[in-house]
């Protein structure tokens, strides 16, 4: 019921540089292997319900030193033992077996590795033997009550059992009495700072708003102190190859001679210049949206190093204008440049947010990275999903209802026919026919002369909200945007202006979403984001040279 052998060089010379590391330091005691779970059987044996990727290693270790092992049989792999016991000077990669391939592969480099060490220890052999025999232990977990499933047992013991993350690795690294002051009340004291913080930093992270602006996609995560760890290597130039790199990094640095305060306090330092960007609004939303669009972090945080604050925001500016005035943001079209219109319009909304005169309003990274947003068009271009007979219902109803708030206002005889026809519909037996004419007729009559595809007939919603108003004319959505801000609903700023009308001076009425409206909103769109970034002249330039 286990799998077969399948350590690799990775975790096979972290076993034995931890050995090895444990016997030099002399620091007494035993080097504690993790559980070896097992249950005695009727002639005399030990069923190994866990931890036989480790007695494995242990054994071709003992293989390669030439010295006596213990025997291994497998129920389910009867070969395997045979491969064991027949590794030797000649071992070389075996692809007959997939076990045996992981095993051959696990004796050459255990082989390598004391090779390595015989250059400069010529006994490395006989002390490594003799020290794995007097200072290695196993935490030994016997099952003894009789009749217990030991397949059940092992599926309790692994299911959701989670791997210790480097964090976990380099909390237990860095707070090793020997890193400190041989002081023992210093040493307690440094200690406890370092635990504390590091407590209050994983809690901080858990703020979501602070997670979901750090990261350019949003992810749960238990443990999130890990993200320092990985910045910080990134930042030294260093790639992430492997899970435990990170891990690796920090056992060398000790090794090295740097003690835990000073690589508690690079992380600590790092931390706190992140949550500064936080803390201030404008380089929290010009990062934010640099580092949403995929934009490197380390990059961005190595660009702040040696910079005054009015200067890094003026390179994040200059930046995020490098990208977006390489386009005419009025010649952008939903059928070509989805991507292009989705990133103007979130800058339009952070922007938007910061020209607020309420210093404590922040766009939500986190609601807008933890749901799915898309473009919507402001007004209706087709009845495209809808295929049921009750959603053509659900569709004629509403139309009806904002066409008779309509004909209040305006008194239209052409209002008052089709809202006659949809409520005989209504009555009636609804058929696609008939459903396809009545739709292509209301939307033509809301259709006061828009470009239907441009980015005045734009907006970013979210898709559960999108999905819900895809197919309505504008002053459908716009009566469902306001009851869903009633009730609490994150709808982005623009959006809602949108649908208020606030970009239009003097509206004539709220019903329609006309030429004017569009072109007003295009106009602010365009005036908001140049001003801000400080391009305009650049932006007349560019339409000028375009013109011609």
């Not at 293989?63 to 070389?92: C, H, I, V």
């Not at 890193?179 to 901080?204: G, H, M, V």
Request: with cysteine; aromatic share 12%; hydrophobic share 35%.
């Amino acid at each position: 019921y286990q799998r077969g052998y399948r350590w690799t060089e990775l975790e096979v010379g972290q076993l034995l540089d931890d050995i090895y590391d444990f016997i030099n330091n002399k620091t007494g005691g035993f080097y504690r292997l993790q559980p070896v779970v097992v249950t005695s059987t009727d002639d005399n044996r030990w069923e190994v319900i866990d931890g036989q990727q480790r007695l494995t290693t242990i054994f071709i270790i003992l293989a390669y030193l030439g010295f006596d092992k213990y025997n291994l049989d497998f129920m389910t792999r009867p070969g395997s033992k045979g491969y064991l016991l027949s590794l030797g000077e000649n071992t070389q990669e075996d692809y007959s077996n997939i076990d045996y391939l992981h095993i051959s592969r696990a004796f050459i480099s255990i082989k390598s590795w004391f090779e390595d060490k015989k250059r400069t220890e010529s006994t490395i052999g006989s002390e490594f033997h003799f020290n794995l025999g007097k200072k290695v232990k196993f935490i030994w977990y016997e099952v003894r009550e009789k009749g217990l499933d030991p397949v059940k047992i092992f599926t309790r013991l692994n299911i959701g059992k989670i791997p210790l993350t480097n964090s976990e690795l380099i909390k237990a690294l860095l707070l090793n009495d020997k890193n400190f002051s041989e002081d023992p009340e210093q040493a307690y004291l440094e200690k406890t700072k370092i635990a504390t913080e590091w407590d209050r930093i994983e809690q901080e992270l858990h703020q979501e708003e602070l997670w979901a602006y750090l990261n350019k996609n949003y992810t749960k995560s238990s443990t999130r102190i890990d993200f320092l760890f990985n910045f910080y290597l990134l930042l030294k130039g260093h790639l992430i190859k492997n899970a435990y790199d990170v891990f690796d990094f920090f056992e060398k640095s000790v090794k090295e001679g740097k003690r835990s305060s000073y690589l508690w306090n690079e992380i600590k330092d790092l931390f706190m210049k992140l949550r500064e960007w936080f803390n201030n609004p404008e380089l929290f939303h010009l990062t934010g949206y640099l580092i949403t669009k995929g934009h490197s972090l380390p990059d961005l945080y190595n660009r702040s190093i040696d910079k005054r604050k009015s200067s890094f925001k003026e390179y994040l500016k200059n930046t995020i204008a490098d990208q977006i005035h390489k386009i005419n943001i009025r010649d952008l079209d939903y059928e070509t440049h989805k991507k292009e219109l989705f990133n103007v319009l979130l800058l339009f909304n952070i922007i938007t947010i910061l020209n607020s005169s309420n210093d404590t309003l922040k766009f939500s990274f986190y609601r807008f990275k933890s749901e799915n947003w898309s473009l919507e068009h402001i007004h209706a271009q087709h009845s495209q999903g809808l295929n049921k007979v009750c959603q053509w219902q659900e569709w004629l109803k509403e139309h009806s209802d904002a066409l008779k708030r309509i004909q209040v206002h305006e008194d239209k005889q052409e209002v008052q026919e089709l809202i006659t026809r949809i409520d005989e519909l209504i009555e009636g037996n609804v058929i696609q026919a008939r459903f396809e004419e009545l739709f292509n007729d209301v939307i033509k009559i809301n259709n006061q002369g828009i470009e239907m595809h441009g980015i005045g007939n734009m907006v970013l919603l979210d898709k559960d909200s999108n999905s819900s108003l895809s197919n309505s004319v504008f002053e459908v959505k716009r009566s469902k945007i306001i009851e869903l801000d009633k009730i609490g609903s994150f709808i982005l700023p623009a959006t809602r202006n949108v649908f208020l009308k606030y970009y239009t001076k003097n509206p004539d009425h709220l019903f329609y979403w006309t030429e004017r409206d569009q072109s007003e909103y295009v106009d602010h769109i365009e005036k908001t984001i140049d001003n801000f970034l400080g391009r305009k002249a650049e932006r007349e330039v560019i339409n000028e040279q375009q013109q011609i």
